[in-house]
């Protein structure tokens, strides 16, 4: 049974500088409990300032990464009408990056078990939304769960991508699926190609909900690959629906911390959320070259 505990609320105003104008969004962190793995989830929630009925995006962060560095994106979209949340994966903070050390992440057993427990988080998010409405009482009611899509930037990415329909492996393992189908399109940030975390070559094969990826062109592996690896899953998705944003200039923790692209990484991704999330079909022609970043489809 999926239960959950209350330690702590904190209600704000957060606002950013994007894209030439003031952004802003509410917050408010919750820890959500599941009983099954006993483990406590914290989440961060922006939410729009207004009433009504918003669809849902859900973020996962990168290995060794704080939630606070996606912030940028927690605000752009939530101001642009959506409930963002961002849970807090085990390894995804610095101190417990510290704790474990970054050679979890080249170890493909460790890394398989981290993407397996991101998407029991994404899926906790998802299972307990009538109790974060219930700590949250300026988004009771106003999460559209018809309409979810998920997030994510480098191990983050490939959370999105396993619950967007990829399957990946453990070492010598069958090839799983970890499809949640609530979510109904997901955006890639630095994804992983085949040789990481479980990931492969047919990997991607039949990923048929709409998807955007996005990677720098100076955006390598951490085991040295080239930029071009991060295109891969792009290239093995089938067509339909599918866009690749490349960004000029932008190395690995440019879509965390690397401020001169945000303006381009959030209009991109609103535009798509525009389209596949809120059914704004006339979004569709903002999904375009804009700054540093350069677009691709299929």
Same mark, same amino acid.
């Given at each position: 049974?999926?239960?959950?505990?209350?330690?702590?609320?904190?209600?704000?105003?957060?606002?950013?500088?994007?894209?030439?104008?003031?952004?802003?969004?509410?917050?408010?962190?919750?820890?959500?409990?599941?009983?099954?793995?006993?483990?406590?989830?914290?989440?961060?929630?922006?939410?729009?300032?207004?009433?009504?009925?918003?669809?849902?995006?859900?973020?996962?962060?990168?290995?060794?990464?704080?939630?606070?560095?996606?912030?940028?994106?927690?605000?752009?979209?939530?101001?642009?009408?959506?409930?963002?949340?961002?849970?807090?994966?085990?390894?995804?903070?610095?101190?417990?990056?510290?704790?474990?050390?970054?050679?979890?992440?080249?170890?493909?057993?460790?890394?398989?078990?981290?993407?397996?427990?991101?998407?029991?988080?994404?899926?906790?998010?998802?299972?307990?939304?009538?109790?974060?409405?219930?700590?949250?009482?300026?988004?009771?009611?106003?999460?559209?769960?018809?309409?979810?899509?998920?997030?994510?930037?480098?191990?983050?990415?490939?959370?999105?991508?396993?619950?967007?329909?990829?399957?990946?492996?453990?070492?010598?393992?069958?090839?799983?699926?970890?499809?949640?189908?609530?979510?109904?399109?997901?955006?890639? @940030? $630095?994804?992983?190609?085949? *040789?990481?975390? +479980?990931?492969?070559?047919? !990997? /991607?094969?039949?990923?048929?909900?709409?998807? %955007?990826? @996005? $990677?720098?062109?100076?955006? *390598?592996?951490? +085991?040295?690959?080239?930029? !071009? /690896?991060?295109?891969?899953?792009?290239?093995? %998705?089938?067509?339909?629906?599918?866009?690749?944003?490349?960004?000029?200039?932008?190395?690995?923790?440019?879509?965390?911390?690397?401020?001169?692209?945000?303006?381009?990484?959030?209009?991109?991704?609103?535009?798509?959320?525009?389209?596949?999330?809120?059914?704004?079909?006339?979004?569709?022609?903002?999904?375009?070259?804009?700054?540093?970043?350069?677009?691709?489809?299929?």
């Amino acid at each position: 049974m999926l239960t959950y505990v209350r330690v702590g609320f904190v209600a704000g105003f957060t606002a950013i500088q994007l894209c030439g104008s003031l952004h802003a969004a509410s917050t408010a962190s919750v820890v959500l409990h599941d009983s099954n793995r006993n483990r406590d989830v914290p989440v961060k929630v922006f939410y729009p300032s207004k009433a009504g009925s918003f669809p849902l995006i859900v973020f996962s962060h990168g290995f060794g990464g704080t939630k606070d560095g996606y912030e940028y994106l927690g605000n752009g979209w939530a101001d642009s009408g959506y409930i963002v949340i961002l849970p807090t994966h085990f390894g995804s903070d610095h101190d417990a990056f510290l704790e474990v050390g970054g050679k979890t992440a080249r170890d493909p057993a460790a890394a398989f078990e981290l993407q397996r427990q991101r998407t029991a988080d994404v899926s906790l998010v998802l299972s307990l939304l009538d109790k974060i409405e219930q700590q949250v009482p300026d988004v009771r009611g106003q999460v559209d769960r018809q309409h979810v899509g998920v997030g994510g930037h480098s191990m983050g990415a490939g959370t999105a991508m396993l619950v967007g329909g990829a399957t990946a492996s453990s070492p010598k393992g069958a090839m799983q699926s970890f499809r949640d189908d609530r979510v109904k399109a997901i955006v890639a @940030m $630095s994804p992983q190609g085949p *040789g990481e975390e +479980g990931f492969g070559e047919r !990997s /991607w094969d039949h990923i048929d909900i709409p998807v %955007m990826t @996005m $990677s720098g062109t100076r955006d *390598g592996g951490i +085991g040295g690959e080239p930029p !071009s /690896w991060r295109v891969q899953a792009f290239n093995h %998705m089938p067509s339909g629906d599918k866009y690749q944003v490349t960004v000029n200039g932008a190395e690995h923790l440019s879509f965390a911390i690397g401020f001169r692209f945000h303006p381009c990484i959030v209009r991109e991704s609103i535009a798509f959320w525009d389209v596949y999330l809120k059914g704004e079909s006339s979004a569709k022609q903002r999904i375009a070259n804009f700054g540093a970043c350069q677009l691709s489809s299929k």
